[in-house]
């Protein structure tokens, strides 16, 4: 198992990313990230198929695409599409630079190799297949992201993002995460 030196307290991590979200909504604008998934992929799209995104100077955003979910708000998916370099962008590539510099600074280190790849309540529930893992992983991050898009956003932006601004959508979407994921955790892992 792990051993955590010079791990942040929780009441003082619960401050900074508070500060965090704060600072986002008054200088720039509210935290979401799942969007630039989208983003990513239709950069991506445009690359093999460069008719996907089209500037255009009637539109609003002066881009549009003939793919209407790129096309919503005027175009605005097809210009951050177009040019992915944006603040919401770089934002991502932030955060996982920042959870890298931090298990760094943290001295966090799994005591093996197979402790990387196996966290001990997943092998003490599941087994040590690393295959089996990475699947299941993989299947529900597809389905966490799945269900981000089709309700117009993550937990960063409804939930914490949403709160803060004591948006309704993101007290209802709190209560609906935490209504399905305690129960499903507790039956999915017994053993503790």
């Not at 965090?20 to 991506?44: C, E, H, N, R, Y």
């Not at 210009?79 to 991502?92: E, G, H």
Request: aromatic share 12%; charged share 15%.
């Amino acid at each position: 198992m792990c051993k955590y030196k010079g791990v942040l307290p929780w009441a003082l991590g619960g401050i900074l990313l508070a500060v965090a979200f704060l600072s986002a909504v008054l200088f720039v604008k509210p935290i979401g990230v799942s969007t630039q998934f989208v983003i990513a992929d239709a950069a991506v799209w445009d690359v093999i198929n460069p008719d996907i995104i089209q500037e255009n100077t009637e539109s609003k955003t002066g881009y549009s695409s003939p793919n209407a979910y790129l096309n919503k708000s005027g175009g605005k998916y097809a210009k951050n599409a177009a040019n992915p370099l944006n603040y919401s962008f770089v934002f991502v590539l932030a955060m996982m630079f920042g959870a890298l510099l931090s298990s760094k600074i943290s001295g966090d280190k799994p005591e093996s190799k197979q402790e990387s790849l196996m966290p001990k309540a997943w092998s003490d529930n599941f087994g040590t297949r690393s295959k089996k893992r990475f699947i299941w992983a993989f299947i529900a991050g597809f389905i966490v992201l799945f269900g981000a898009r089709l309700a117009g956003g993550c937990t960063s932006g409804h939930m914490m993002s949403g709160m803060m601004q004591t948006s309704l959508s993101g007290y209802l979407f709190a209560l609906g995460l935490f209504a399905t994921s305690i129960p499903l955790a507790i039956i999915l892992y017994k053993k503790r």
